[in-house]
């Protein structure tokens, strides 16, 4: 009887400290997610908010798609390398669906013409810094037009964790969304 009733007070413990554990990971992601979610959401707030009717269409330059990832710092875990051009046309079409412009992605840019502002990016170089908790990438993109060039730093900053595939993209729609800022400001 003894053993019985001890087994049954050691199996009620093991469960609630289970379940302890269990609601702090549930937290923990929770707000690993908003945290690590809040520089690409004030990205599309910031589009949302310009009044732009122009219509930009964005390409990969052809090499970027061999453009390394550089580290600094410590870090651990290893995620594959991304489709650049799948994350460029992602970032692109989620800006597309906040934005008063008109976005599109295309693999090949189309032919010059007054109504369409043809971009092809070109990814020059990306630095993925490692500091502690903080994770910084950093996206050196020179953004081609066929009457001048745009050359800009876009970053992406998360907390803790996070991938390859999903750095890149936010990296890249935080880019677009800077230069987004810049050709539609000039139509004031």
């Keep these: 009887m003894v053993t019985f009733l001890s087994s049954v007070v050691s199996t009620s413990v093991s469960r609630s400290s289970t379940l302890c554990i269990i609601k702090s990971h549930i937290v923990f992601l929770v707000f690993t997610v908003f945290v ?8 599309n707030k910031k589009v949302s908010r310009l009044d732009c009717d ?3 269409c964005f390409s990969l330059d052809f090499d970027s798609k061999y453009a390394k990832i550089e580290y600094k710092g410590d870090h651990w875990g290893d995620s594959p390398y991304p489709d650049y051009r799948h994350s460029l046309r992602k970032a692109v079409e989620e ?8 976005l ?3 693999d090949a840019p189309g032919f010059p013409n007054d109504s369409i502002i043809q971009v092809v990016v070109e990814i020059e170089k990306i630095i993925w810094e490692f500091k502690g908790t903080k994770v910084n ?12 060039s745009i050359n800009l730093m876009a970053n992406n900053r998360v907390y803790l964790a996070g991938t390859k595939k999903g750095n890149v993209f936010k990296t890249l ?12 400001d000039e139509s004031e």
Aim: glycine letters at 4%; hydrophobic letters at 35%.
């Design 36 to 43: 690590g979610c809040a520089s690409h959401k004030t990205a």
């Design 104 to 106: 599109i992605y295309t």
């Design 173 to 184: 729609k935080h880019g677009n969304s800077m230069l987004l800022s810049i050709l539609c």
């Design 137 to 148: 990438m950093e996206a050196e993109l020179i953004y081609k037009m066929p009457n001048r």
């Design 95 to 102: 800006l597309d669906r906040v934005s008063s412009a008109k």
């Design 54 to 56: 122009k219509t930009i």
